[in-house]
């Protein structure tokens, strides 16, 4: 496959040059399997392979795209007259632009052989053990309502008229559990999932564990009163706030005055203890890639240090509109895309403290497990109010479990008010973070 990719985008090259052309290639080919299994059996298996191309061109300052699955000889001329023609449609943009000159990338493992050597019915024994483990953890655990192994392997060949040629492949792996507990009446909700890029390293068992201990430690959860306490965040919950601040360190919010950091590079946005990194080298995140979607090598960029604001995540077109190069965040879904500013592996860097000792000396305060309709706080301003769920603190101790409340705030407070930071980062896809504790929450509640 690799042979035939480079040959593919080898003869779009020479076409485009022939026509003076600044071009690029961009090829995929992506092998996913799913098996989700319920009371045991398998309920859904599926498995999906593609191969395409995406081509984009500079045509006088217009940018031009076309795409294709079909990567026949015969076709590669039209799909880059097509490319061509859609930049007619177009505006000059000075700013539009190739990453130039043969790059050297950070030598990586991306890729452990063990996951195609697996066989589909050990694939398939994870599954089942993952429902096993959560059915036999507490006899409250009524419903697995899915329980599923997944995997994705992908060979990734990107050639452009600069001298760029980047060839590499990766594969990750994962478990997950959704499931229910029950009690008097009462029904709750827990999930766990894990991914991984070495298959070696999924345990089925973590998975059923956490996701019904989830479950079952919110059990006749019930309101409190409305008030401002300190509030301790599971690293879950954290990965969410992160969502919302990916959107203000990206470099194409900033320059739309989108961004919440606009015009405060250097200043302090956050506790002297935070620091938050997009790293496309880490060793063992799974969106670690030698390149990004364009071809520009991965690197750890900082972006806050010790509460400072850094910098932000650039691509090729932004990174010239400031006057700076690209920190390697041109990222791309698919190759029916064009790339655009994006996270790898985004996270808060762990801090020196145990989970259990950020909790320890509060005497009341609540230790937050949940939060719902974070997609509704605003990445402009940094407000938000969303739907939380937890678990009291009481004299340091956790006791009864909270829900039907609602926290509220702004992410600017919310990271000048962290004053604890957990050892136990912990990645849910590419986004990271640690346990954190803040000083005060406002809470809304009965």
Same mark, same amino acid.
């Not at 991914?195 to 070696?200: D, E, L, S, V, Y």
């Not at 706030?241 to 606009?262: E, P, R």
């Not at 509460?307 to 791309?332: E, H, P, Q």
């Not at 950020?358 to 939060?371: A, C, K, M, P, Q």
């Given at each position: 496959?690799?042979?035939?990719?480079?040959?593919?985008?080898?003869?779009?090259?020479?076409?485009?040059?022939?026509?003076?052309?600044?071009?690029?290639?961009?090829? =995929?080919?992506?092998?996913? =399997?799913? *098996? !989700?299994?319920?009371? $045991?059996?398998?309920?859904?298996?599926?498995?999906?392979?593609?191969?395409?191309?995406?081509?984009?061109?500079? %045509?006088? +300052?217009?940018?031009?795209?076309?795409?294709?699955?079909?990567?026949?000889?015969?076709?590669?001329?039209?799909?880059?007259?097509?490319?061509?023609?859609?930049?007619?449609?177009?505006?000059?943009?000075?700013?539009?632009?190739?990453?130039?000159?043969?790059?050297?990338? @950070?030598?990586?493992?991306?890729?452990?052989?063990?996951?195609?050597?697996?066989? =589909?019915?050990?694939?398939?024994?994870?599954?089942?053990?993952?429902?096993? &483990?959560?059915?036999?953890?507490?006899?409250?655990?009524? &419903?697995?309502?899915?329980?599923?192994?997944?995997?994705?392997?992908? =060979?990734?060949?990107?050639?452009?008229?600069?001298?760029?040629?980047?060839?590499?492949?990766?594969?990750?792996?994962?478990?997950?559990?959704?499931? &229910?507990?029950?009690?008097?009446?009462?029904?709750?909700?827990?999930? /766990?999932?894990?991914?991984?890029?070495?298959?070696?390293?999924?345990? @089925?068992? !973590?998975?059923?564990?956490?996701?019904?201990?989830?479950?079952?430690?919110?059990?006749?959860?019930?309101? *409190?009163?409305?008030?401002?306490?300190?509030?301790?965040?599971?690293?879950?919950?954290?990965?969410?706030?992160?969502?919302?601040?990916?959107?203000? &360190? %990206?470099?194409?919010?900033?320059?739309?005055?989108?961004?919440?950091?606009?015009?405060?590079?250097?200043?302090?946005?956050?506790?002297?203890?935070?620091?938050?990194?997009?790293?496309?080298?880490?060793?063992?995140?799974?969106?670690?890639?030698?390149?990004?979607?364009? $071809?520009? @090598?991965?690197?750890?960029?900082?972006?806050?240090?010790?509460?400072?604001?850094?910098?932000? #995540?650039?691509?090729?077109?932004?990174?010239?509109?400031?006057?700076?190069? /690209?920190?390697?965040?041109?990222?791309?879904?698919?190759?029916?895309?064009? @790339?655009?500013? +994006?996270?790898?592996?985004?996270?808060?860097?762990?801090?020196?403290?145990?989970?259990?000792?950020?909790?320890?000396?509060? /005497?009341? +305060? #609540?230790?937050?497990?949940?939060?719902?309709?974070?997609?509704?706080?605003?990445?402009?301003?940094?407000?938000?109010?969303?739907?939380?769920? $937890?678990?009291? *603190?009481?004299?340091?101790?956790?006791?009864?479990?909270?829900?039907?409340?609602?926290?509220?705030?702004?992410?600017?407070?919310?990271?000048? %008010?962290?004053?604890?930071?957990?050892?136990?980062?912990?990645?849910?896809? +590419?986004?990271?973070?640690?346990?954190?504790?803040?000083?005060?929450?406002?809470?809304?509640?009965?």
């Amino acid at each position: 496959m690799k042979d035939r990719l480079l040959g593919v985008g080898n003869i779009v090259m020479e076409k485009a040059r022939r026509k003076g052309l600044d071009a690029e290639v961009f090829l =995929l080919y992506d092998k996913e =399997l799913s *098996i !989700e299994v319920v009371d $045991g059996q398998v309920e859904t298996l599926k498995e999906a392979e593609e191969t395409g191309m995406g081509i984009r061109v500079i %045509n006088q +300052g217009r940018l031009g795209f076309a795409y294709t699955t079909n990567l026949e000889e015969s076709v590669l001329q039209e799909m880059l007259d097509r490319a061509v023609g859609s930049s007619r449609y177009t505006t000059v943009d000075e700013n539009n632009m190739l990453p130039e000159g043969a790059f050297t990338y @950070p030598p990586m493992e991306t890729y452990d052989p063990a996951i195609r050597q697996a066989t =589909l019915e050990e694939k398939t024994a994870m599954a089942r053990e993952v429902e096993t &483990v959560a059915r036999a953890y507490d006899k409250r655990i009524s &419903v697995i309502e899915r329980s599923g192994y997944e995997d994705s392997e992908y =060979l990734l060949v990107i050639i452009n008229t600069q001298g760029v040629e980047a060839v590499e492949k990766g594969a990750f792996c994962g478990l997950y559990a959704y499931l &229910v507990a029950e009690e008097d009446g009462d029904a709750q909700t827990g999930f /766990s999932l894990m991914a991984r890029k070495h298959f070696g390293e999924l345990n @089925p068992r !973590e998975v059923g564990c956490e996701a019904a201990r989830n479950a079952v430690r919110m059990l006749k959860g019930r309101t *409190i009163p409305s008030q401002s306490i300190p509030c301790v965040l599971e690293p879950y919950v954290v990965t969410n706030f992160l969502g919302i601040l990916s959107n203000s &360190v %990206n470099a194409d919010s900033v320059q739309k005055g989108k961004s919440l950091f606009a015009g405060k590079v250097g200043e302090q946005v956050a506790a002297s203890e935070l620091v938050l990194v997009d790293d496309g080298v880490y060793e063992k995140g799974i969106a670690s890639f030698p390149f990004d979607g364009e $071809g520009v @090598p991965a690197q750890r960029t900082v972006l806050m240090e010790n509460g400072i604001l850094k910098g932000f #995540l650039y691509d090729s077109y932004t990174a010239r509109k400031d006057g700076t190069t /690209s920190t390697g965040n041109g990222v791309r879904s698919s190759f029916r895309s064009l @790339p655009g500013v +994006g996270t790898t592996n985004f996270f808060f860097s762990p801090g020196p403290t145990r989970p259990a000792d950020l909790v320890r000396d509060i /005497s009341r +305060g #609540l230790y937050i497990t949940e939060v719902m309709g974070m997609h509704t706080a605003n990445p402009i301003s940094g407000d938000f109010s969303v739907g939380a769920a $937890g678990i009291m *603190i009481e004299y340091g101790e956790l006791t009864r479990p909270v829900r039907g409340i609602t926290i509220a705030g702004n992410l600017k407070d919310f990271l000048l %008010n962290i004053e604890g930071i957990g050892n136990d980062l912990r990645f849910f896809g +590419g986004t990271g973070a640690p346990t954190l504790r803040l000083k005060a929450l406002s809470i809304a509640g009965e």
